[in-house]
């Protein structure tokens, strides 16, 4: 069992008055692909956005490559190595897709090789290099705010539901990637709702209801068990077929 | 910002087989544009109408063009303050009226370079003067930033009360510092009166107002469109908290922005005391308003539609001051509300997170 890269103990969030996270505790195994799965509410976005530094954690820590990162701001945190794809993608509207991807490089210029590596995947990026990000479709978008997260090579990246209301076409490329991505030990915490798709990228689960993890396993394992997936998920992957 | 041709950086990528293929470029939108024109346009028909010379419409239009260069000055600090930072401070108007009376006292030491008949010597007093001022409201404005703004980032109503309170204490202060008293503001001498262009007089501050306006303007698409730091405020302005995610220090950033929108109402509070040879405390709190109406005409966080709603709201001041002094008061709310039913946000908004 690889080392985990990242660690979460105990970690609760709070957000107003609304107890959002109530006690996390799961490892995230250094080159593998972690999904966190579970019901809308259950807290998935507000754990990457705790990690991430978006939110502070009011109990807890949180650790990431032997470093406790709790309560670090969000700037902080990508630099340690931690990039994040937002839900809402948040790209840039009035600037570029290529003013987008030079905010992303920050080490570096953007290097030309790595650049290409990344429209072999999304090519819609190169055609509309010079083109306002706002005036592209949303398979597009969410291309582009994943581009951002891997122009620079990352330790881990947060991915919160890429796939959501994304054509197939674009999905099968993301899956791609996130293979590519693994081959060069980059570590993934991805929050997903097609279970489809998490299976077909994933090394591990994670599942989380009220603001807990409830089960952990294997992505095989839990890919095999139907009964625990319509269980916990209120679905089984035959009915998915 | 106004739509225009970026240039392709240099890690443009090869295109080989797809060069072929045109990328159809994003229409730009310049229907507000027309505003400008068309505003003088129906001035100048109505002047006809009643019979009034052109000389004095061209009189006019130079002067609304001068007025608005100085109000954008001081807006654009402003616009990109709300933008970047979600903060309402309608403490802007003190950095405008302690610019302006920095600028008064820089000049009071350089009599001789004021009085003199060159104006070389007049410009550097001014340049001089100019300069104090907004490393005086600068300076001014980091402190505000931090002792005021910061205690309520993000909750607007104690913004406004908190920073209204700011610029009256400032006011305040400034009686206490300077006097209550109405001062002048003299005009270096080879900038007073004007230069005669057919039967147009064209007053030579008024020149020199619009020349700096534009510097400013240029600077500012400069700085915005062609740096690192630009692409982090107008990526800021769209959704701060993705650029911190991206690995930047978005509070530092903040202040930058506010701190040199801080030092432009300096500049601009300067200019203005100038154009209208007088100042007193109020100068911030008279112009206030017009900078909102110009800035929510614009779009808050556009500098291009600043500049436009700067200049269309000049406009308005200088023509129905003239024809139909009455209501000149409320001819800009009017032009406001008018705008704000064709575009309610603005001529040029930016797209929100």
């Known amino acids: 069992m690889p080392e985990p890269l990242l660690t979460l103990a105990g970690v609760h969030t709070h957000i107003g008055q609304y107890h959002i996270l109530q006690g996390v505790d799961f490892d995230v195994p250094e080159g593998d692909l972690t999904v966190l799965l579970g019901r809308n509410g259950a807290g998935k976005t507000t754990t990457l956005r705790t990690i991430m530094g978006l939110w502070k954690p009011s109990r807890g820590q949180v650790t990431f490559a032997g470093q406790a990162i709790g309560g670090f701001p969000a700037h902080a945190i990508a630099r340690a190595g931690i990039a994040y794809v937002p839900e809402s993608m948040a790209v840039f509207s009035d600037l570029t897709v290529e003013e987008n991807m030079l905010l992303a490089a920050r080490d570096a210029p953007l290097q030309r090789a790595r650049l290409n590596w990344v429209f072999s995947f999304f090519p819609a990026l190169k055609r509309f290099w010079t083109h306002p990000a706002g005036t592209l479709s949303g398979g597009q978008k969410q291309m582009l705010s994943i581009a951002r997260a891997v122009i620079e090579p990352r330790r881990l990246i947060l991915i919160d539901e890429p796939t959501k209301g994304i054509a197939p076409a674009i999905v099968e490329n993301m899956i791609r990637a996130f293979r590519e991505l693994k081959r060069e030990r980059t570590t993934i915490l991805l929050v997903e709702q097609n279970f489809r798709f998490a299976e077909a990228v994933g090394d591990w689960a994670l599942v989380m209801d009220d603001g807990r993890i409830v089960h952990r396993a294997s992505m095989a394992d839990l890919a095999r068990d139907a009964a625990t997936q319509r269980r916990l998920l209120g679905l089984s992957l035959e009915a998915q077929a | ?353």
């Open chain 2, 1 to 353: 910002m106004k739509p225009e041709d970026r240039a392709t950086s240099a890690a443009s990528p090869d295109s080989s087989a797809e060069a072929a293929e045109p990328i159809p470029r994003a229409k730009g939108d310049y229907l507000p544009l027309a505003l400008l024109p068309g505003l003088a346009a129906g001035a100048l028909a109505v002047m006809l109408w009643q019979g009034v010379p052109v000389s004095t419409w061209i009189t006019l239009t130079i002067a609304a063009l001068a007025m608005g260069m100085m109000i954008f000055v001081i807006a654009s600090g402003l616009t990109l303050v709300f933008g970047l930072m979600d903060v309402l401070n309608f403490g802007h108007g003190a950095f405008i009226a302690v610019g302006a009376y920095l600028a008064m006292t820089t000049l009071v030491p350089l009599a001789g370079w004021v009085e003199a008949n060159s104006l070389l010597f007049n410009l550097a007093a001014l340049g001089l003067a100019m300069l104090v001022a907004m490393l005086g409201t600068g300076a001014l404005g980091l402190v505000f930033e931090r002792v005021i703004i910061m205690p309520v980032y993000g909750q607007h109503l104690k913004q406004i009360l908190i920073t209204t309170g700011g610029l009256i204490v400032a006011e305040q202060l400034i009686h206490v510092v300077w006097g209550g008293d109405q001062k002048p503001m003299t005009l270096p001498t080879a900038l007073r009166g004007a230069v005669v262009v057919g039967n147009v007089a064209l007053e030579k501050f008024r020149l020199l107002a619009v020349a700096i306006g534009l510097v400013v303007f240029l600077g500012m698409l400069l700085l915005l469109n062609r740096s690192k730091l630009g692409l982090l405020i107008r990526a800021g302005v769209e959704n701060a908290e993705m650029v911190e995610a991206l690995g930047y220090r978005i509070r530092r950033l903040f202040a930058v922005v506010f701190v040199a929108g801080s030092a432009l109402a300096g500049l601009g509070g300067t200019l203005w005391a100038l154009y209208r040879e007088t100042l007193t405390a109020s100068i911030g709190s008279e112009m206030i308003v017009l900078v909102f109406i110009v800035i929510i005409i614009g779009g808050l966080g556009s500098v291009g539609g600043c500049f436009l709603g700067a200049l269309l709201v000049a406009q308005m001041a200088n023509y129905t001051g003239y024809l139909a002094p009455k209501v000149a008061l409320a001819s800009n709310i009017v032009l406001m509300v008018a705008i704000l039913m064709w575009r309610p946000q603005g001529l040029y908004p930016v797209a929100k997170r």
